[in-house]
């Protein structure tokens, strides 16, 4: 009898303290949904600056509404914080939460992150997304920044840019030797391979710098981008194709130690909104790069060039080089670009069936821009 009370006695105490432990749950679940959080947000572009600078703002206004105004993003441009270039430290160091930008910037810390970016006659932006997404990529970029305490997300793309705006005509090879360019990332060490002086500057600089002569051309995104900044009013010439960048992914960068406090809804609504604005920045590209287009040729007079073809022979034959030497800088480095090459190479090889073989019975004439 007393075995069996003792039983009893045991079995209510056990109810009690599960249904003691549930409520406990409960009240920490509602504390947290309940609790506020209040972030930065840093950029390399200019303050709410068409395509890449609005990409941030979409983002803080989507997590905002997600959230029901649990999680602020309070989004400062290039300068307003921190320089366009310090972005990275700052959200590796706590500075702000949460940064947009382009890992090319970061080759001084990490050389492999330009992979993530831009490879010269390597995937465009729907091949990298697949990458990225589906192909280990992104899982391999969030590794070579695990030493800098940030996680990384694909946060936008350019698509296919410009070969860039130059102050005289390029006929040939030997027009480039002693020219002072802007070009950032392998891009610019495969024109520097070609006689060309690279320079690298924050967005914001470069219409002055063109403007006073510091340099003598510069690639930026695209027309809708180059249009806002003004580039037709420094330079004549506007050249195509964008060889050395067939698109920019950009990133989201988030502190980890700030990411890991999140609860888990809210770092779920994170990651949701950075998908659609990874989405919606190349939509935006997309819809409003031809516009511009017509804009700076019909209106202002831009001369649209073709980059010459012996340019373009000599930039795919250095490209291979200095993508090679990159490959080779590290254990990293190598598995990244094998991850690479080996997803481009499939994705070439269907596109040759899908892709570009519908591009080339759409458009059988050849180059509309001759």
């Known amino acids: 009898m007393k075995i069996k009370t003792l ?3 045991i079995a209510m105490s056990t109810a009690m303290s599960a249904g003691l432990f549930a409520v406990s749950s409960l009240d920490n679940q509602a504390q947290a949904q309940e609790e506020t959080y209040s972030w930065k947000m840093v950029t390399s572009w200019p303050k709410n ?3 890449v600078g609005q990409g941030p703002e979409r983002l803080a206004e989507l997590v905002d509404e997600m959230s029901d105004g649990r999680l602020t ?15 990275f430290d700052a959200v590796s160091e706590g500075t702000a939460e949460l940064g947009h930008s382009a890992s090319y910037y970061w080759k001084g810390k990490a050389p492999a992150a330009q992979f993530f970016a831009a490879v010269p006659f390597g995937m465009n932006a729907q091949e990298m997304n697949a990458w990225l997404h589906f192909g280990g990529g992104l899982e391999l970029w969030n590794e070579l920044y695990d030493d800098f305490g940030v996680d990384v997300m694909v946060a936008g793309a350019s698509g296919v840019q410009m070969g860039g705006w130059y102050n005289k005509e390029i006929n040939s090879v030997d027009d480039l030797d002693g020219l002072k360019m802007r070009m950032p990332g ?3 060490e495969v024109m520097n391979r070609m006689g060309v002086a690279i320079v690298n500057m ?6 002055t710098s063109l403007q006073s002569g510091a340099i003598d051309a510069t690639e930026w995104i695209g027309p809708y981008n180059d249009l ?5 009013q420094a330079a004549d010439y506007y050249y195509y194709p964008g060889w050395h960048e067939p698109t920019v992914m950009f990133e989201a960068i988030v502190n980890e130690e700030a990411m890991a406090e999140l609860p888990a809804d809210l770092q779920a609504i994170l990651k949701t909104a950075v998908r659609d604005v990874n989405a919606n920045v190349l939509d ?9 287009l017509e804009t700076l040729i019909n209106e202002h007079g831009v001369e649209l060039r073709r980059i010459p073809d012996d340019v373009l022979a000599q930039a795919r034959e250095h490209s291979a080089d200095v993508v090679a030497e990159l490959a080779e800088s590290s254990e990293m480095a190598t598995r990244i670009y094998d991850s690479y090459r080996a997803f481009q190479e499939k994705v070439v090889d269907y596109h040759e069936i899908s ?8 458009n059988p004439v050849g180059d509309a821009a001759e």
């Open 284 to 292: 935006e590209y997309t819809a409003r790069n031809n516009d511009a």
């Open 7 to 9: 039983s009893a006695a």
């Open 73 to 87: 993003i309070e989004v400062f441009g290039a300068g307003q914080l921190v320089p366009g270039f310090e972005v």
């Open 355 to 362: 892709e570009q073989a519908y591009y080339n019975a759409r």
């Open 202 to 207: 924050p967005g914001g600089e470069i219409f």
């Open 228 to 232: 806002a900044f003004g580039l037709h």
């Open 49 to 51: 600056f068409p395509g």
């Open 186 to 188: 392998l891009g610019g």
